[in-house]
């Protein structure tokens, strides 16, 4: 058995049926003209797996690095980290459109190993996949060749311990493979979290978090990823950097920004430094509404610049809010509605606000701030048990997505982030390319990472799949989607650049930037070995 997290199943979050009731079934029918009957996954037995193209010395020099046993070349290893999790990702693995296979996954058990495993792929003409939880939706685990006669998916789930912790200066040093849950298992045990609670929780993990600028659900509080680290070690063809000695540093540029966010096109980051805080004793988490996206903007903005925002401040708008009343259905929800209407409220905006504190004076003190600066808002509260029905939910989402898969919807996200004076043209603009590109779909969203300056924006589409070339019917929507975005916000506020941001990378840093960013690849990686056609495709060309 191997170590870490199941990769097999690609298809989908998780085993098991997740059937959607009734009631949703009947909503999505009148919404977007769901078909009654949609295209059946296909059994895993039906996809094209090629034969591995690895030469023969290359196997030998990567066994002799990890032994035989940790260069895995069967159909199901290699299936099983063909992509990553994006719709497009999911439809492939369910029998549309063509995998890229890698031709082998090797394991390597210890950061030296990496190093070794690097260098050898260098020497053998062979391009290297660094692959986490593989969770990542914007191809930043598709296994292209960049020109390569072979390509390896460079597995870290062998790198999966604690190395250190030191409760004094609230550090830990994690390796890279450690997946989140396994990450707050360990911490718990000293008293301690990360506080980094991403939808991809389950199975994402440290080293991919690193490497993507990852933003978890409690961000407000917590901070974004790269917040929490204070130290990186990383693997690269031509030897180790070590960065992070100090709790902050006048020493020149800081280094440790080229290796977060770099998606495994720099080296592969073998073990990360975290900053980490004791577990919270006293939580609370409710629900207010306001009336219409502008006002209800108006109000978190109003937090962030006041510095009292909840630890989860999650906004959603009026069509996300409806959509979440809509599938509760029953009683609770019309009771809801009706409720929202005696208060005035027409265009309702959820408003989930969670604490998360040492103390329940703490908690009291820090929820007075956050009420006060919400009080001249107008919110109407509708207290605990919609806080804690989000609460308990919060990692539903993707297996809300098997469900909705499985009857043919297609189901997909995006976000991106702004400045407060641009952020309702920016959800607007977006909006108008997703509902022209798509016809009669569901466009929800929500701001769930709130900043002094501005806010991201995270984007739901529901929409019907279309029988003929469903992976072109998104990826139409999604590059015009892009390219309303492109002019007004970020191209990906945490989701990562990849294979799918890639071509709008220059427009926002520019051509130097570009150049910059390649000069650090060429000097890192010179054979460029490192995931081809990720951040940079134009690199991996040269
Ligand atoms: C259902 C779902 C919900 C999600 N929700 C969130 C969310 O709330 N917030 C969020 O930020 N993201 C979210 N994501 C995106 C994704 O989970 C994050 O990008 C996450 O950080 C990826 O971690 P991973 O371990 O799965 O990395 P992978 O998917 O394995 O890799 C991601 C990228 O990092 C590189 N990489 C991985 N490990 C290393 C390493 N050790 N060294 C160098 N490069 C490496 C890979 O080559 C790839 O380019 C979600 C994804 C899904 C499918």
Redesign the pocket.
């Known amino acids: 058995m191997e170590p870490g997290i199941d990769h097999t199943l690609r298809g989908g979050?998780t085993l098991g049926e997740h059937a959607l009731p009734p009631h949703a079934l009947r909503w999505l029918r009148g919404r977007i003209g769901l078909a009654e009957h949609p295209t059946p996954v296909a059994p895993d037995s039906v996809l094209t797996v090629p034969e591995p193209e690895l030469s023969t010395v290359g196997r030998a020099a990567l066994e002799s690095v990890v032994g035989a046993e940790h260069v895995l070349l069967d159909r199901n290893s290699r299936l099983g980290r063909s992509g990553?999790?994006s719709y497009v990702d999911l439809l492939r693995h369910r029998g549309c459109g063509e995998l890229a296979v890698p031709d082998a996954v090797v394991l390597p058990g210890d950061p030296d190993e990496v190093v070794a495993v690097l260098k050898a792929c260098g020497e053998h003409d062979i391009g290297v996949?660094?692959?986490?939880?593989?969770?990542?939706?914007v191809g930043?685990?598709t296994a292209l060749r960049g020109g390569k006669h072979a390509v390896i998916v460079l597995d870290?789930a062998r790198l999966n311990r604690l190395v250190s912790i030191d409760p004094l200066s609230r550090l830990v040093v994690l390796q890279?493979g450690v997946r989140a849950t396994d990450a707050e298992r360990m911490l718990a045990a000293h008293g301690f979290t990360l506080g980094h609670f991403?939808?991809?929780f389950e199975?994402?993990?440290i080293?991919?978090?690193a490497?993507?600028r990852?933003?978890?659900?409690a961000s407000a509080g917590y901070g974004r990823f790269e917040d929490m680290v204070d130290g990186v070690r990383l693997a690269t063809p031509v030897g180790e950097l070590n960065l992070g000695v100090a709790p902050a540093t006048a020493a020149g540029p800081d280094l440790k920004q080229l290796v977060i966010g770099s998606?495994?096109a720099f080296?592969?980051?073998t073990e990360v430094t975290l900053r980490m805080r004791p577990v919270a004793t006293h939580t609370r988490y409710e629900g207010y509404f306001l009336d219409g996206w502008d006002a209800a903007t108006a109000a978190v903005r109003d937090l962030a610049q006041h510095r009292v925002l909840a630890d989860v401040t999650r906004l959603s708008d009026t069509e996300e809010t409806e959509v979440q009343l809509s599938l509760t259905g029953g009683v609770k929800a019309g009771a809801v509605k009706a409720y929202l209407r005696a208060r005035r409220i027409a265009d309702p905006c959820l408003l989930i606000l969670g604490w998360e504190a040492g103390s329940a004076g703490e908690l009291a003190v820090r929820r007075a701030g956050t009420l006060r600066a919400l009080r001249q808002h107008k919110a109407v509260r509708l207290g605990k048990p919609i806080g804690e029905t989000w609460r308990h939910g919060r990692f539903a989402?993707?297996r809300q997505?098997d469900s909705l898969l499985n009857v043919g919807v297609c189901v997909e996200t995006l976000e991106t982030a702004t400045h407060w004076s641009q952020l309702s043209t920016l959800r607007t603009a977006v909006r108008g390319a997703l509902q022209r590109s798509l016809g009669r779909a569901v466009v929800m969203c929500h701001v769930s990472h709130a900043y002094e300056t501005g806010a991201s924006l995270y984007f739901t589409v529901l929409a019907a799949r279309a029988d003929e070339d469903p992976i072109g019917q998104w990826q139409r929507a999604k590059r015009a989607a892009s390219e309303a975005i492109a002019p007004l916000g970020t191209i990906t506020h945490?989701?990562?650049v990849?294979t799918d941001h890639a071509p709008y990378l220059a427009g926002e840093v520019g051509s130097l930037g570009i150049d910059v960013m390649t000069s650090v690849k060429r000097a890192l990686d010179p054979t460029g070995v490192l995931?081809p056609g990720?951040l940079l495709p134009a690199a991996d060309r040269g």
């Open positions: 979050w990553g999790m996949i660094p692959f986490g939880g593989g969770t990542s939706v930043g685990v870290l890279a991403p939808q991809s199975r994402a993990t080293g991919g978090f490497a993507t990852s933003a978890g659900q998606e495994g080296g592969v980051i989402g993707p997505r945490h989701h990562a990849g995931n990720k």
